[in-house]
């Protein structure tokens, strides 16, 4: 069996080196492909001195961007099983093991393992799709704080270690590189749903997340992470119109979502630096661009 392990790194040099060294552990696994997102501090010239390593250096181009490169790559060189992650998750030595024993469960597509950060259990995962109700969440029976001990069947997980059998690849393509970031793996989870292959959380497949501390003030945090948030806004505002099934998950949803932001903007623009009003219209040109399915770099 063929196993490819991707790994999206893009300016951290110190947790890549982690990831390595953890995924080098994982048995049986056949190679490792590096996707470096364009990186400036010094990622090229450490993974230049590494061996056993398929390194592909490409602009950055997100996440989205970065995996769509590496499922292809290992697509392309005979990968049965393709192991995707981040660089901020450390998986542990029989993790990619407790993952293969679930690998012939029958219409499984996807296994996900259980991340932990600070040994609790981090987690995003959910067990259904919200497409009809625009007042509730897309986000169905989240997995956060129930206590799943064993193989269980769910809808969406995160690209911090999906396990991805070549065939669903095959079947639905590659994940969406105009997401950029945010979104992409929900948008690819939900593919694979509709094309009927199951998504499978294994608990017992464990990988640490790294936690990332900071001592900025509520304005500077948000003022760091504001790029991020018409990604946000644009991507999920996408995915509610693409794939809802009413009118008013279509833009409503999405409407409901923006406006949270421009209020919290309109709120606090005259008192701190975390939005300006220039960001306003950024803000509803997200919107827009997700009604219209308008995707790209930002």
């Avoid at 970065?66 to 005979?78: D, L, R, S, V």
């Avoid at 259980?114 to 897309?138: C, K, V, W």
């Avoid at 304005?219 to 009413?246: A, C, D, I, M, P």
């Avoid at 932001?261 to 306003?280: G, R, S």
Wanted: glycine share 8%; net charge positive.
């Amino acid at each position: 069996m063929n196993i490819t392990a991707v790994v999206v790194t893009y300016n951290r040099k110190e947790l890549l080196q982690r990831n390595i060294g953890c995924l080098k552990q994982n048995k049986p696994l056949t190679s490792i492909v590096v996707v470096n997102n364009g990186s400036t501090d010094g990622t090229a010239e450490w993974l230049s001195t590494q061996e056993g390593l398929t390194v592909i250096h490409q602009s950055n181009v997100g996440g989205a961007g970065g995996f769509c490169t590496g499922i292809q790559y290992a697509c392309e060189h005979g990968a049965d099983w393709i192991w995707c992650m981040d660089d901020d998750v450390f998986p542990r030595a029989d993790c990619l093991e407790q993952l293969l024993r679930e690998s012939n469960r029958e219409g499984v597509g996807i296994l996900a393992p259980r991340r932990l950060m600070e040994g609790q259990i981090f987690t995003h995962d959910f067990r259904a799709y919200n497409l009809t109700n625009p007042f509730a969440s897309m986000y169905i029976d989240k997995l956060s704080g129930q206590a799943i001990t064993s193989p269980t069947e769910i809808a969406g997980t995160a690209f911090e270690g999906p396990f991805i059998r070549r065939e669903v690849v095959e079947r639905i393509g590659l994940p969406n590189k105009d997401l950029f970031i945010f979104c992409d793996d929900t948008d690819y989870c939900l593919r694979t749903i509709r094309a009927g292959y199951k998504i499978v959380s294994v608990p017992t497949a464990l990988m640490d997340k790294q936690r990332f501390f900071s001592n900025d003030s509520w304005s500077e945090r948000n003022q760091k992470k504001k790029w991020k948030r018409f990604y946000q806004v644009r991507n999920s505002t996408y995915l509610n119109h693409h794939y809802g099934r009413n009118w008013g998950v279509r833009y409503l949803r999405g409407f409901i979502n923006v406006a949270g932001y421009i209020l919290t903007a309109l709120v606090t623009c005259p008192f701190t630096d975390a939005y300006q009003w220039k960001d306003i219209p950024k803000l509803w040109q997200a919107y827009r661009d997700g009604v219209n399915e308008k995707l790209g770099i930002l």
